[in-house]
């Protein structure tokens, strides 16, 4: 599948055009749009003026999000859309996901992953995939996350379709900056909008990842194997109020969309979604992102708070406030806290001010208590790091088509607990969803923990360093 690209720099509009192969094919179908991801429900709007040469000819099923390619014997094929980039006037952003799961083509910036723009097909008739920017506007900045060494954008790059999924984001613009870094020998790209309405220096804010988060979770991890890394940060193009930032990781890469001064919020966003490199992409359950999300989220969101720790971006009051009062406090308080695991997915996008959090926190607060088991049952020599490298290295170990599975994360555990004990508890506290009870457990003598209106609440003991505490 080739695909040659145009955006004027101006319009809203982006110009696709493909070609690629159907071998001894009556049809080839394509899917456009993933309502799932981002709870995009009307996404096969942003696809217009579908055609396609003759005698071939187009169908579109507009419900299944399919478009079907009768090709009548042609054997050249190329189909043609656009891609309408714009958020309509009357319907301003209000949360950064309106945003952040469309494409954004707007007069100076253009933020595009491969879901908002590229065809899915449905057979295995195309193994490889290119991208070429065919007219674009000449001394825009640009970016791209397959070669991102690769600074032209009228150069081809390509991937192979099965790669393909997490694999493309292009940002190009007048208004966009591009730095290189190098974190342990790793290139690191930084990609922001330069000037927003909330007078961020996007670029500046980003300098203490590179510096010290970056260093801190590939050394938490033992890994420095990859080709590159890159974070997208820009503002929000159309929103009407003040919104903090939400993102999403794909491929060595993380994209974040903001609305507001970037702070406190904002770096534990960066944080969490450069953290996924590992869990919830490297390293997942499963093949359906939403079954474990405890551990996908939660487990993700513990190694982000202690890398954020590790690396001096959290001081001690803002560890121990993003635990109590962002955790443990909203968890415990939740109406909603003891529901199945199974209920989440079903609820995520359609009630996602009461389910989106809940197994962030509620894996974050496991993963707290099973570090503390590790460290209390082996006297300190192991931690809740160890386990994960464990796992990390049985995800190594198996290839590609094989899949880590919760049976695998209690398999590394029983190195450092029983294992019984660890199979209930993922069955009661991860599944079932029964809250743990603090009144209860151990923790290291470094964290206190007292229980008010059954709220528990983690504070450090008298000479006890977090430095200390989180260290590799
Ligand atoms: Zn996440």
Same mark, same amino acid.
């Given at each position: ?23 001894? *094919? ?53 189909? /043609? ?9 009357? &319907? ?7 945003? &952040? ?22 057979? *295995? ?12 506007? *000449? ?5 791209? /996350? ?5 600074? /032209? ?6 991937? !192979? ?32 909008? $330069?000037?927003?309405? !909330? ?7 980003? %300098? ?25 940060? =820009? ?8 919104? #903090? ?11 974040? *969309? ?11 966003? =960066?944080?969490?979604? =450069? ?5 919830? %992409? ?77 197994? !962030? ?21 192991? =931690? ?20 880590? /599975? ?26 079932? #969803?029964?809250? %743990? ?5 151990? &923790? ?12 528990? $609440? ?11 505490? !989180?260290?590799?």
């Amino acid at each position: 599948m080739d695909y040659v690209l145009k955006w004027d720099g101006q319009s809203s509009v982006l110009r696709v055009e493909l070609t690629y192969s159907a071998h001894q *094919k009556d049809s080839t179908v394509f899917i456009f749009g993933d309502p799932n991801w981002g709870g995009q429900a009307d996404i096969f709007k942003v696809i217009r003026n579908i055609t396609s040469s003759e005698p071939e000819v187009v169908r579109v099923d507009e419900v299944n999000r399919q478009i079907s390619v009768y090709h009548n014997g042609a054997n050249k094929h190329t189909i /043609s859309y656009e891609i309408d980039g714009s958020l309509p006037p009357d &319907l301003p952003t209000r949360a950064s996901q309106t945003e &952040l799961f469309r494409p954004v083509i707007s007069e100076g910036v253009l933020t595009l992953v491969n879901k908002q723009f590229a065809l899915t097909v449905t057979d *295995k008739s195309n193994p490889l995939v290119s991208f070429r920017w065919h007219s674009y506007p *000449k001394n825009f900045s640009y970016f791209n /996350s397959i070669d991102p060494s690769q600074k /032209s954008p009228s150069e081809k790059l390509s991937v !192979y379709y099965e790669d393909l999924s997490n694999a493309v984001c292009f940002v190009m613009g007048n208004n966009i900056s591009v730095m290189e870094y190098s974190v342990l020998g790793v290139p690191y790209f930084s990609v922001t909008t $330069k000037e927003d309405r !909330y007078g961020n220096d996007l670029q500046g804010s980003l %300098i203490p990842f590179f510096k010290s988060y970056f260093p801190s979770i590939h050394r938490f991890w033992n890994d420095t194997d990859f080709p590159f890394y890159f974070l997208s940060v =820009t503002a929000l193009q159309n929103n009407q109020t003040e919104i #903090g930032a939400g993102g999403f990781g794909i491929n060595n890469g993380f994209i974040m *969309k903001l609305g507001r001064k970037f702070g406190t919020w904002e770096i534990y966003v =960066t944080a969490h979604e =450069t953290a996924h490199t590992w869990i919830g %992409i490297k390293i997942m359950f499963g093949t359906d992102s939403f079954d474990h999300q405890w551990f996908g989220e939660g487990f993700n969101d513990y190694t982000a708070l202690i890398n954020l720790a590790n690396s001096k971006l959290y001081d001690e009051e803002e560890f121990l406030n993003y635990l109590n009062e962002d955790n443990f406090k909203q968890h415990y308080q939740s109406e909603i806290k003891g529901v199945h695991n199974d209920s989440i997915a079903a609820k995520y996008w359609t009630d996602y001010a009461t389910y989106g959090k809940l197994p !962030y926190r509620r894996g974050l607060i496991y993963a707290f208590y099973l570090d503390n088991q590790i460290r209390v049952v082996s006297n300190g020599k192991f =931690t809740l790091r160890n386990m994960l490298l464990d796992l990390y290295a049985i995800r190594k170990e198996k290839n590609n088509n094989e899949i880590l /599975s919760v049976d695998d994360f209690i398999t590394v555990g029983a190195a450092y607990l029983d294992k019984r004990e660890l199979t209930d508890q993922i069955a009661r506290y991860m599944i079932e #969803g029964q809250p %743990i009870d603090f009144k209860t457990v151990e &923790l290291i003598p470094e964290f206190k923990v007292e229980i008010k209106n059954n709220i528990p $609440k983690v504070s450090l003991s008298e000479n006890a360093n977090l430095l200390e505490i !989180y260290k590799w």
